[in-house]
T-cell receptor, first 110, second 113 residues
Framework: KNEVEQSPQNLTAQEGEFITINCSYS?????LHWLQQHPGGGIVSLFM???GKKKHGRLIATINIQEKHSSLHITASHPRDSAVYIC????????????FGTGTRLQVTL | EAGVTQFPSHSVIEKGQTVTLRCDPI?????LYWYRRVMGKEIKFLLH????????ESGMPNNRFLAERTGGTYSTLKVQPAELEDSGVYFC???????????FGPGTRLTVL
């Protein structure tokens, strides 16, 4: 079993819908990252968080350290949000090593 | 400012051959990371450089893989000899400090036939 689990694996939504992608982890962490990869594109870091909540535009990331769970929300989704969203954690006691989830493939249709 | 660049973008080689991947981090970033995504699996950490030193190479699969970062600037990852299971996308990332956001390159897609 992977130390980082994401759900759902695939998600299709209509433009304008509110989207939630979940990430659960089973290890002690010092930080959690949300990353985005567009088809054929590189990986972009969206958020790095260790507690609470962060917001950037229509994206919101939350983390609950006690429950070992994080969510990525997209409000008013748009077709350009179609991408793979990846959760990655930095294990406690490591300076930099990231452990990744398998990603959630999001397709937003008109 | 230029982002992280990787060369080549694609490489197709035969089993037993040697391939060298290159990563140029963002200028001034002391930390450089190599990751790999094998088809259908999650991205996995390979190793981390701080300047020219290997800080953590716990993810390197075996001794067919050799990473270098001479002079603490660009890095190379050599696979010799390549095996079929080495096929995948190799990502490089860099960061200025620890811990901080890692900036990823576009990846090199390696296909071993």
């Amino acid at each position: 079993k992977n130390e980082v689990e994401q759900s759902p694996q695939n998600l299709t939504a209509q433009e304008g819908e509110f989207i939630t992608i979940n990430c659960s982890y089973s290890v002690g962490i010092s930080a959690l990252h949300w990353l985005q990869q567009h088809p054929g594109g590189g990986i972009v870091s969206l958020f790095m968080l260790s507690s609470g909540k962060k917001k950037h535009g229509r994206l919101i990331a939350t983390i609950n350290i006690q429950e070992k769970h994080s969510s990525l929300h997209i409000t008013a989704s748009h077709p350009r949000d179609s991408a793979v969203y990846i959760c990655a954690v930095r294990l406690k006691g490591t300076a930099s090593k990231l452990t990744f989830g398998t990603g959630t493939r999001l397709q937003v249709t008109l | 400012e230029a982002g992280v660049t990787q060369f080549p973008s694609h490489s197709v080689i035969e089993k037993g051959q040697t391939v060298t991947l290159r990563c140029d981090p963002i200028s001034g970033h002391d930390n450089l990371y190599w990751y790999r995504r094998v088809m259908g699996k999650e991205i996995k950490f390979l190793l981390h450089f701080v300047k020219e030193s290997k800080q953590d190479e716990s993810g390197m699969p075996n001794n067919r893989f050799l990473a270098e970062r001479t002079g603490g600037t660009y890095s190379t990852l050599k696979v010799q000899p390549a095996e079929l299971e080495d096929s995948g996308v190799y990502f490089c990332a860099s960061s200025q400090d620890l811990p901080s956001t890692q900036y990823f390159g576009p990846g090199t897609r390696l296909t071993v036939l």
